[in-house]
């Protein structure tokens, strides 16, 4: 596949804040998620889930998502509000189980020790599910502050401007413009580095005007690839209009990268500092 490539950008600004999606990055949830849905689809004599639809689902609402889900598998004549409310019931069970990701845990405690980039927290995850997935791994998760929390049912997120959208992002970048210290210069987009795993949160992130590290399931990587190029620059989802005001990606346009891991993430890439 080729493309029109754009002339990479090589003038960036260091980072200085980290922005983090958390499902399938941070900790293993999204294999759990898919867990979750086999032993619930099997009771309707369907499924299992494969990564045809799977990357559908990834990051987006949940609402959203259980629509996919349901057309995919042709069970619309399931009551959607009866597979969500089955459904928790078997993820209140396995979130609990979820583990941190390779490198995830290091990368947080170096950004948060180096004490120069400010980081956040948006997830697609309202607080019920982030509660489940995450009381047993305080460790980790108080490491971002409470204000700079953004949760997939955060009210001042407007209906229907989930992920690809990129209202969570930004909402995660005013969060922490807000509670900067005393003389501290506010934070642009382009000095914050979006961390996902998922195309929406991808195609959310480069909306935003942020540059993105993609850390794509091993499996989703095999469905997309050759087409990663398209992801990086944020048209992996067109489905939701791009605002005027959102910034819109090129191919080769230098605003993202596709990582394996979180582990020996390259700080002085981006001029983060952190202490050895």
């Known amino acids: 596949m080729s493309f029109n490539m754009a002339k990479p950008r090589t003038d960036f600004p260091p980072i200085r804040a980290c922005l983090f999606d958390m499902d399938g990055l941070l900790i293993n949830t999204e294999d759990l998620y898919t867990l979750c849905h086999n032993i619930l689809l099997s009771t309707y004599s369907s499924g299992p889930m494969d990564w045809v639809i799977k990357p559908q689902l990834q990051g987006r609402p949940a609402a959203e998502s259980i629509r996919r889900l349901l057309q995919y598998f042709n069970l619309q004549n399931v009551d959607p509000v ?19 990701l390779p490198g995830a845990l290091k990368l947080l405690q170096d950004l948060k020790g180096g004490g120069k980039v400010h980081i956040a927290l948006a997830t697609s995850s309202a607080r019920s599910h982030y509660l489940m997935k995450t009381q047993h791994l305080d460790h980790m998760f108080t490491l971002f502050p409470e204000n700079r929390k953004i949760l997939g049912d955060d009210p001042r997120i407007p209906k229907g401007r989930g992920k690809p959208c990129p209202d969570i992002y930004l909402l995660a970048l005013k969060a922490i413009n807000e509670s900067l210290d005393e003389g501290e210069e506010p934070i642009r987009p382009e000095e914050c580095l979006v961390f996902e795993d998922g195309v929406p949160g991808v195609v959310a992130g480069r909306r935003a005007g942020m540059r993105v590290v993609w850390v794509p399931h091993q499996e989703l990587a095999k469905v997309l690839e050759g087409k990663e190029e398209l992801v990086l620059a944020g048209k992996g989802d067109e489905e939701v209009p791009v605002k005027a005001e959102e910034f819109v990606g090129e191919v080769g346009d230098g605003w993202a990268e596709q990582r394996i891991s979180l582990a020996d993430f390259p700080y002085e890439k981006y001029g983060i500092v952190v202490k050895s």
Do not use: A, C, D, I
């Open 82 to 100: 009866e597979y969500t409310k089955q459904l928790h019931k078997v993820q209140e069970q396995e979130f609990r189980k979820s583990e941190p």
